[in-house]
Nanobody, 125 residues
Framework: QVQVVESGGGLVQAGESLRLSCTAS????????MAWFRQNPGKEREGVSC???????HYTGSVKGRFTTSRDNAKSTLYLQMNNLKPEDTALYYC???????????????????WGQGTQVTVSS
């Protein structure tokens, strides 16, 4: 059974940092493009970043220069390093795995088939 599980969320003050992790199981991790999404109640789930199989990264504009996504294929783990956090970064953050064998990534929600339960990030001002 393919699963992804997020961890590392928490409550921080504006300007501080957090690192989210997403550990995958039941799949050959390096066969998959991976992504981070986030969502607040009543709002659409938004693509934050993604990383392709060849480690090409993409970011939504509001996090460019502050967030970095990376992957450790040996550990089947995806990371999101979030620096200089802002109150508007507050959300439930989801990890997602794409379609097996697809190399490229995007921030389109419909390109991802396996989702975690999310980890809450709250940034106070």
């Amino acid at each position: 059974q393919v699963q992804v599980v997020e961890s590392g969320g928490g409550l921080v003050q504006a300007g501080e940092s957090l690192r989210l992790s997403c550990t995958a199981s039941g799949l050959t991790f390096d066969d998959y493009a991976m992504a981070w999404f986030r969502q607040n109640p009543g709002k659409e789930r938004e693509g934050v970043s993604c990383i392709s199989r060849d480690r090409t990264e993409h970011y939504t504009g509001s996090v460019k220069g502050r967030f970095t996504t990376s992957r450790d294929n040996a550990k089947s783990t995806l990371y999101l390093q979030m620096n200089n956090l802002k109150p508007e970064d507050t959300a439930l953050y989801y990890c997602a795995a794409g379609v097996r064998g697809r190399s490229e990534c995007s921030l389109r929600r419909d390109e991802y088939v396996t989702w975690g339960q999310g980890t809450q990030v709250t940034v106070s001002s």
